[in-house]
């Protein structure tokens, strides 16, 4: 009769025991999610709503007068984009600027990154040298670098006509289409280089001697070290440095602006600055926000491009 009543009730012990287990884990998400519900919250004002309102624009003709309504025109602006000539300058620009920059902060950022790595004198002194341009104020930089690129007498000019003597005449960089972009991304990279530095010095200390140890041991030099084994362990930060200077790239617009100011002709128009001349210029608020939700769709694109490109497993020496 006792094992008859015990006998039974193993199940319910069971079962009660998974109730239990299952409510102590619920509990315990309670803690991360009250954590990341401030953030969240934040994220919803700030990013989500305006978004949907940027959105919501985009589909109007958006007038800012009061009392004068705004008409629902669908996808009129995005056609107007697309039959647009200034508009494809404005993404022609954006795409040669962060081709452009990009690779030239990686690959400087990384040699600037194994220099500092090596080096055992004056490291204080030459990480402040380089970092130093990131926190230089942009339109600081840029209206240096207007300057330094003046026609004829930009500092530039002298360095190249009086000094060197490769060109007899001084260079109209910023009068003429073809160099008007060359002072706006000679700007951005030496504003990144120091940036990207730091990300990769701290993913490079971060690989245990061990690992290049033994590829002494088998024979590697330092070329085979660095491709085999640096350059496949830092490729988390490789990847963070990336989609982090494409989406700077393609949102560029203090130096733009205050350099060329999207001219001569419009021929140094970018995403961002065309926006803002369509938006606060021509108070065409809906065509504005199409330009900014089609840069933010591009940007979308290449971002999840470049995770899925660079998420496959490291494989080193």
């Not at 012990?13 to 109730?19: I, P, V």
């Not at 008007?180 to 280089?193: C, D, E, Q």
């Not at 199409?290 to 769709?297: D, E, F, G, H, N």
Request: contains cysteine.
């Amino acid at each position: 009769m006792t094992l008859g009543v015990i006998g039974p009730a193993f199940p319910h012990r069971r079962e009660l025991g998974l109730l239990a287990r299952n409510l102590r884990s619920r509990k315990g998400l309670l803690y991360p999610v009250g954590f990341m519900l401030p953030g969240l919250f934040l994220f919803a004002i700030f990013m989500v709503y305006p978004f949907g309102k940027l959105l919501q624009i985009s589909l109007y003709q958006w007038r800012v007068v009061a009392g004068e309504p705004s008409r629902f025109i669908g996808l009129s602006n995005y056609a107007k984009a697309v039959q647009d000539p200034v508009f494809w300058v404005a993404m022609r620009n954006s795409i040669l600027y962060t081709a452009v920059t990009v690779p030239g902060i990686v690959s400087l950022g990384l040699l600037t990154a194994l220099f500092m790595n090596h080096i055992k004198y004056a490291r204080a002194f030459f990480r402040t040298v380089y970092y130093l341009p990131v926190v230089t104020s942009w339109v600081a930089s840029s209206l240096l670098f207007k300057y330094l690129f003046q026609w004829p007498s930009g500092f530039i000019n002298y360095v190249l006509v009086d000094v060197l003597r490769v060109v007899t005449e001084p260079i109209p960089w910023l009068l003429n289409p073809m160099t008007a972009m060359v002072p706006i991304t000679a700007l951005g990279i030496w504003k990144g280089i120091g940036w990207a530095m730091v990300i990769f010095l701290a993913a490079i200390q971060a690989i245990p001697n061990e690992i290049y140890e033994s590829a002494v041991i088998d024979g590697a030099g330092r070329w085979v070290s660095f491709w085999n084994i640096t350059l496949p362990l830092i490729r988390p930060a490789l990847l963070f440095v990336l989609v982090i200077l494409v989406i700077a790239g393609f949102n560029v617009f203090v130096p733009v602006y205050l350099i060329t100011g999207g001219g001569p002709m419009k021929q140094t128009e970018v995403l961002q600055s065309y926006m803002y001349h369509q938006a606060f210029d021509f108070l065409d608020f809906g065509y504005g926000a199409a330009i900014s939700c089609i840069l933010a769709v591009a940007v979308l694109l290449l971002t999840a491009i470049q995770i899925r490109t660079l998420r496959r497993p490291a494989r080193f020496y």
